[in-house]
């Protein structure tokens, strides 16, 4: 194996924090893929340049997603990394393994791959990365018989992710592990063969904490939270005091909602002022907890700058039950995605085609009413669209 | 060997197996939790169980090699269970407090980084840059590195107002969310990307070309069975090279760094923010980018020293001002920091109330 | 129509846009269902089949996703040529 001289690299080896450039080395040792990988990184630091290509090559036979093609632009130079496909295996929810597992996926890998992961990709896939393509078909046979499945790429659904919810948060309002394991099973097909515009992410969170960062990163972002009071334990507020918070200042001051009091005896919230942001129940997490029903709040969107502009996702269905089997949130997604298929242009993204042809479509294709919960305000110029059945449903000459 | 027999559509395999038994029992019943110490919590359960999580500092990229010695860790003290969280830590989970300690030392000796939980910097969510991206305008695990090892004792030690949650995109199709972080770099292309106008005719779609352009600036060159692009209008934002590899927008002298600042995605206090520029250009400076390092460093301890309890980088900003960012950062103000892009119209000053 | 005959089609449209426009599922199961008089519920399930045996593939470019005929090269490394 040629050895390759990498000065700009090894200088990222130094310092404390982990190093990614020791465990290329790390794979280097017995993988030739991995060896010229290390070399190519260092020719791009030495030239300022990236020098892969993509495309092509796209899964196992049936399949159009999970693997993404790519290759060197330098074969010569690098002829280990002529062929460095990524493979994106569909994670388990919240990213829990045993080490047999993880030991099993690890030894499959290192028989076909350059030995190098990503724990995790940005989508939540545990991401091999660099394999060549005669690789992939034995490479699928060794995994999916042991029940491991590929993730989602190109113009599909991509693999859904969520927080580890109940599993270990105590603020989580719905089984956000059940519900991202249950949805990816029913949607195997959009997962695995790519038949929509454009690609489709699904993240769960339990609260508005938002862990998975479902707000900013998923075209269907589904956010747990609750609808009553918030439960209020007055001699853990005190614990809270006496180990050195400052209720007035951290809490009450910054409530956004001003619906919290404190007389220095007993911790009062207006309940119905309460816009359910997290801030006190994650500071005072030994006093409050939510109380009462359960479920989460639908928003359609985000998307990062590509085309016109990043976008967070917009509340559609302020309120749905998410409990197993999730119907009413896999018709709705059913709904949505028909609206969209139908719609919408190549390498179109939901949010982008809820922008062009406006809210109003969106919410007859899903049968969702308007509710001001679902804006920040109301438009502010008087230009806006009627339809003749607006007049005989809502502006009728009794009332208007 | 013969290799065992295929299956389709099966997805992941079911999490229940993959969690330790204390877990199980007590899954959904949390009443609460601790941060001990920043690499070390412990979450207590209605029934009185605990579990304690020792969160382990990883650099996304693993060989396999690191993943079996976190194995072994894992099945010395954690009864063979491991998981991994949403910013690429490894978390141990000791369901014996008397492992607590001796995985801990274990750690240490073996050269891990443990912290990361609480009012502190967490880890980088970053893209692949350099490493394995086709688009990439600088190298991600490379800032991600010069960074942290610079902000290592934000990570193990040292308090911050609050989370400071950074992330690194190696260009602006930004994997990961850049978008709406505390402090983001975000790498961009400067110069209208040349066009192999016999290439694209061979190998691209001529109206996906056009239609991919966000400002309109590309045209049709029938002559020559390919594009032009309007270098008026053209943003370089490098969606024409998605849709079509001739047109190639990467370039080393024209390549480099941008930070953006004050997003956040949870709503505790206020809404989801989107990152704000601060800083529209660093050349690309392998290995360290030290200019870049500086500056993101000068932020952040702005913040650090600024800001009140709890507000984020961007709720800090908001309460004083980004004219006072800028002062208080020394960060110079640009013509590149006034939108004339989409959203002009919405974040232009109406009023005369600002601060000197 | 039989499934084979819609098989047929299926491939017939597809060789007509080779090298022409990249076609997505939806694309084809439109055009054919309507040349073929069929369902474009039963083109997709005529066009899954064929993608399972590689009488047509998935592939990826220009950021998106497309269906094809398979290329020589992607026969031969899934043992089909």
């Known amino acids: ?400 | 060997m013969a290799l065992p027999k295929r299956q389709t559509d099966i997805g992941p395999p079911h999490f229940k197996q993959f969690l330790p038994p204390v877990i199980q029992k007590n899954y959904g019943k949390w009443k609460g939790h601790d941060i001990l110490t920043p690499g070390l919590m412990v979450h207590v359960a209605q029934s009185g169980d605990k579990i304690w999580t020792v969160r382990v500092a990883s650099p996304r990229i693993l060989a396999t090699e690191t993943i079996y010695e976190m194995c072994d860790l894992a099945d010395k003290y954690c009864g063979g269970y491991i998981r991994f969280t949403s910013r690429n830590n490894v978390e141990f989970l000791v369901s014996d407090e008397k492992n607590v300690a001796p995985l801990q030392n274990d750690l240490k000796a073996k050269g891990y980084t443990m912290g990361g939980i609480g009012p502190r910097i967490s880890n980088v969510v970053h893209t692949q840059g350099w490493v394995h991206c086709h688009g990439a305008a600088t190298d991600a695990s490379g800032l991600v590195k010069a960074m942290m090892d610079e902000f290592y004792d934000y990570f193990t030690t040292k308090e911050l107002p609050n989370k400071v949650r950074l992330a690194v995109a190696c260009c602006v199709n930004m994997c990961g969310a850049v978008h709406c972080s505390d402090i983001a770099l975000v790498a961009v292309h400067t110069k209208v990307p040349p066009v192999d106008d016999e290439r694209v005719g061979k190998i691209c779609e001529i109206p996906t070309v056009i239609a991919s352009c966000p400002t309109s600036a590309i045209r049709p060159n029938p002559a020559k069975k390919s594009i032009t692009i309007n270098e008026e209008k053209c943003m370089y934002c490098g969606n024409c090279f998605t849709v079509c590899p001739a047109i190639d927008i990467k370039s080393p002298e024209g390549d480099g760094v941008a930070i953006v600042v004050g997003g956040k995605v949870g709503s505790l206090r206020s809404n989801p923010k989107f990152s704000r520029l601060a800083a529209p250009f660093f050349y690309n400076d392998p290995p360290r980018w030290p200019k870049i390092v500086k500056a993101v460093k000068t932020i952040l301890e702005t913040y650090a020293k600024d800001a009140r309890k709890h507000e984020r980088v961007g709720e800090w900003i908001d309460r004083i001002g980004w004219e006072s960012f800028f002062k208080k950062t020394g960060l110079e103000f640009t013509f590149q920091h006034i939108d004339d892009f989409t959203f002009m119209r919405d974040t232009m000053r109406t009023a005369s109330t600002f601060k000197w | 129509m039989e499934k084979d005959e819609l098989k047929e089609k299926i491939f017939a449209f597809m060789q007509k846009y080779k090298g022409k426009k990249k076609l997505k599922e939806r694309d084809i199961m439109k055009g054919v269902s309507e040349e073929a008089g069929v369902t474009p519920d039963e083109v997709k399930k005529a066009m899954r089949e064929m993608i399972d045996v590689g009488r047509l593939m998935y592939s990826y470019g220009g950021g998106a996703s497309s269906v094809e005929i398979p290329s020589e090269e992607y026969l031969k490394e899934k043992g089909l040529l």
């Not at chain 1, 050895?3 to 080896?13: A, I, N, R, S």
């Not at chain 1, 919230?269 to 009462?292: T, W």
Request: hydrophobic share 35%; net charge neutral; with cysteine.
């Open chain 1, 1 to 400: 194996m040629k050895k390759h001289v990498t000065p700009l690299l090894d200088e990222l080896e130094k310092g404390p924090w982990p190093s990614f450039v020791t465990e290329i080395k790390k794979a280097a040792k017995t993988s030739e893929m991995a060896n010229d990988e290390l070399g190519q990184v260092e020719y791009s630091f030495k030239t300022k340049k990236g020098y892969w290509k993509h495309g092509g090559i796209v899964g196992v036979l049936g399949y159009g997603a999970g693997v993404i093609g790519r290759y060197s632009d330098l074969p010569d130079m690098f002829p280990g990394v002529t062929f460095f496909h990524t493979v994106r295996l569909n994670q388990p929810s919240g990213w829990y393994y045993t080490t047999k597992a993880l030991r099993e996926i690890m030894t499959i890998w290192d028989k076909y791959g350059s030995g190098l992961t990503n724990m995790h990709g940005s989508t939540g896939d545990l991401v091999l990365l660099g394999t060549n393509t005669e690789s992939l078909e034995p490479m699928f046979a060794e995994y999916s018989s042991r029940g491991w499945d590929l993730g989602g790429s190109g113009s599909a659904l991509r693999t859904p992710s969520c927080c580890l919810g109940p599993s270990r948060c105590e603020w989580s309002n719905y089984d956000t592990m059940e519900a991202c394991y249950n949805v990816t099973q029913e949607f195997q097909d959009e997962l695995h063969r790519p038949a929509f515009n454009y690609k489709f992410k699904i993240k769960f969170a339990g609260c508005a904490c938002d862990c998975v960062a479902a707000s900013a990163r998923a075209d269907c972002s589904v956010i747990g939270t609750w609808k009553g009071p918030i439960l209020i334990d007055q001699a853990a507020v005190k614990e809270h005091e006496k180990q050195g918070m400052n209720i007035t200042a951290e809490i009450i001051n910054m409530c956004p909602t001003q619906c919290m009091s404190y007389d220095g005896k007993e911790l009062k919230i207006d309940n119905a002022e309460c816009n359910r942001c997290m801030h006190c129940i994650a500071k005072m997490h030994k006093a409050l907890k939510p109380s009462g029903e359960r479920g989460a709040t639908i928003l359609l969107g985000s998307k990062a700058p590509i085309v016109v502009g990043s976008l967070l996702s917009w509340v559609v269905v302020p309120f749905i039950k998410m409990e197993a089997p999730f119907t009413e949130f896999k018709d709705l997604i059913r709904k949505i995605w028909e609206w969209w298929d139908e719609n919408s242009k190549p390498r179109e993204r939901i949010g982008e085609l809820i922008e062009v042809k406006g809210m109003r479509p969106l919410l007859e294709a899903i049968g969702q009413p308007p509710v001001p919960q679902q804006v920040k305000e109301p438009r502010k110029d008087p230009f806006f669209f009627f339809k003749p059945e607006d007049f005989e449903k809502v502006f009728t000459k009794d009332k208007y």
